[in-house]
Structures are given as C-alpha cells and as structure tokens.
C-alpha cells in the first residue's frame, strides 16, 4: 500500500511538471498523426475554411476560438491539423488547456501536451510568445463548449476577457476562429 501512495505522489509532482512545460511538443508525433487528422478532417467531420489569408505567414498571433459541441467538440484538433497542413509542423503553435484535463487524464493530458496543448495559464501564454509562437485559446472553454443547441450559432466567452490584455500586453494581433456544425452531433 504504501509503495502504491509513493507512486501516485510521484506521479502527481511528474505531472504537475510536465504540464508548465514548452519542451514536451512532439513534431515526429504530430507528422506520424497528420495523416489520421487528414482523414478525420476531410471525411468524418468534413471541416471547411476559409479567411487563412488573414493570418500572418510568419511571425505571432493570438487565435480566439469559439469551443463547439460538447465533449465531442472537434475544433481544437481540426484547428491544429489545418495549421500544421498550411504553416508546417515546424511553427510553433500551442493550444492552451484547461488544467483540470492533467487531473482528470494526465495520460491524455500528456499526450495532447505533445502535438501543443500547454496549461491554460497567461504565464505559459507569455512564455510561448516570448518563444516566438502562436497560441490558440477557447475562452468560453465548457460554458461555450456546452451551450444549448438552441444557441449554437452564438458565442459565449462567460465574460473571460484576459486574452484581450493578453493580445494588448503581448502586442500580437488577435485572429477569431468560428466554429458551427459539432452541436448538431450532440444536441445539449
């Protein structure tokens, strides 16, 4: 019993240090799984976009996304897999994540740690600015991940507005990311 508490406090100390780390994205891994987001993207979840243009081809910006879906909400992924397909594994984007994903999964939490998930915190944000990169974040996280169906077409952030003095401190332009079509797979 007492060895089985060692691990998990071992774990727990692991995990909490992995979590406020850049270092952990994986580009072999992110190039192995491109092909399986390339299908999810074109076949199952049929994902359209447009407006890439308006996005820098180099340097820094701050991707406000709306969440959509529920649980099954696929943005976050098929966002990534588009940057990747558009700029190259190699650019740096990091999407920030809700810490409680290291306490509810840290096993998936370390794997979404390695195609770019960082702890959603403005130090990690600063930090992965401060190392040149992009950073995605879904303000409304589960309150506009969960809206009711009939909402689906409106945005709630639940007054989460520190990625505007984010963008504004970091002096990045913001780019707002619109995702419609998840909620009619999962009607909440």
Same mark, same amino acid.
């Not at 959509?68 to 897999?81: C, F, K």
């Not at 077409?153 to 507005?161: E, G, P, R």
């Given at each position: ?30 190039? =192995?799984? /491109?092909?399986?987001?390339? +299908? *999810?993207? %074109? ?7 447009? @407006?890439?243009? !308006? ?20 943005? =976050?992924? /098929?966002?990534?897999?588009? +940057? *990747?397909? %558009? ?7 990091? @999407?920030?994540? !809700? ?90």
């Amino acid at each position: 019993m007492y060895l089985v508490q060692i691990k998990c406090a071992v774990r727990s100390e692991l995990s909490k240090k992995i979590q406020w780390s850049l270092t952990q994205r994986d580009v072999n891994l992110i190039k =192995l799984l /491109m092909p399986v987001w390339s +299908w *999810f993207y %074109r076949y199952y979840f049929q994902v359209k976009t447009d @407006g890439w243009h !308006h996005i820098p081809t180099e340097g820094k910006v701050l991707l406000v996304g709306s969440h959509n879906g529920g649980m099954a909400s696929p943005d =976050l992924v /098929m966002m990534m897999y588009d +940057w *990747f397909s %558009r700029f190259g594994t190699e650019r740096l984007v990091y @999407g920030l994540m !809700h810490p409680y994903a290291w306490k509810v999964s840290p096993e998936i939490a370390q794997l979404a740690q390695k195609v770019g998930a960082i702890i959603a915190h403005p130090k990690m944000a600063i930090a992965a600015f401060d190392m040149g990169a992009s950073v995605l974040v879904y303000p409304g996280g589960q309150y506009d991940m969960f809206r009711p169906h009939s909402q689906r077409y409106k945005i709630n952030f639940a007054d989460n507005k520190g990625f505007i003095k984010l963008a504004l401190k970091q002096e990045v332009p913001i780019v707002p990311l619109i995702s419609v079509g998840a909620h009619d797979t999962l009607i909440v």
